[in-house]
């Protein structure tokens, strides 16, 4: 049976043609949501670098809709307000479309006037979801902020911590975490352990900090799904996030590892192996 992960990323893979013209439905994306609700709150999210890149955009948004629902579950949200949390992940991007492909699937250094186009795609992407009324107002604020940064160095408005939404401020981390955690055209590695360092300092000027700590309770530090290289000089794969989220749970051909398990205290996660190594 289809997941609900897969199913929500197919629903936007099929309407991508209907929004590039504005004629998307959004109303039955909440619909699905509410639907698929215990399924999507429990999925684990692995992170294999075996997709296609023009299928970036969308998995990025599947992703960040559970992530964005598993931390409104963590905060106590109801389950309306989480729904609107896993939305506002879902269609934080949905400006992009309306972006010229040539532009948002450049292969090249963007020059600065491309950038200032694609720097639209929050205000795009509000202007759009303004058209639902069953979208809720913090979705859509949170859609806005998604670029804002609480240093007022964000885009496109500049606004600053106080003026963020708490939403926004969740799908702010929930978008670097995802993003940072995936290949990209001009980026071939990701950073695991690396990503919580860049996050950790990023929380000192420009992202909330206690969100991140509440974040780092439910998710890895190492992503589900990346490889590893022990100091036993084998490869391994992050199947779980085990009791200490720097050592996590490995297998590979020859079994399985709990790292934080006494007996393996001495081996230690040399770096992360790039899927191209
Ligand atoms: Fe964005």
Redesign the pocket.
């Known amino acids: 049976m289809e997941s609900a992960l897969n199913k929500i990323f197919h629903w936007y893979k099929s309407e991508k043609d209907n929004l590039k013209e504005k004629k998307c439905d959004i109303k039955f994306v909440k619909e699905l949501i509410f639907k698929n609700y215990d399924e999507l709150l429990n999925t684990t999210l692995i992170y294999k670098d075996n997709f296609e890149l023009k299928d970036y955009l969308i998995i990025h948004s599947s992703y960040s809709c559970v992530i964005m629902m598993k931390l409104a579950k963590m905060y106590g949200f109801s389950k309306e307000e989480t729904i609107n949390s896993g939305i506002a992940g879902l269609l934080?991007?949905i400006?992009?479309f309306f972006i010229p492909d040539e532009i948002y699937l450049s292969e090249k250094k963007l020059t600065e006037e491309e950038l200032e186009i694609i720097r639209k795609?929050?205000e795009e992407?509000m202007l759009y979801l303004l058209n639902f009324s069953d979208i809720s107002s913090k979705t859509i604020s949170a859609v806005y902020e998604?670029?804002e940064r609480l240093d007022g160095t964000g885009y496109p408005r500049k606004i600053k911590d106080g003026e963020i939404s708490f939403m926004g401020k969740m799908l702010q981390i929930t978008?670097v975490y995802d993003a940072l955690s995936r290949r990209r055209e001009y980026r071939k590695g990701y950073f695991a352990h690396e990503l919580l360092k860049r996050l950790a300092f990023l929380t000192k000027t420009s992202l909330n900090g206690d969100i991140l700590k509440k974040f780092l309770e439910f998710f890895p530090v190492y992503p589900i799904g990346k490889k590893v290289l022990l100091s036993n000089n084998e490869t391994y794969e992050i199947i779980d996030r085990g009791t200490n989220p720097f050592r996590p749970v490995v297998e590979n051909s020859n079994g399985r590892i709990d790292l934080n398990d006494q007996g393996f205290w001495s081996m230690y996660i040399v770096k992360v192996v790039n899927s191209q190594e």
């Open positions: 934080h991007d400006g992009m795609h929050p992407g998604h670029h978008d």
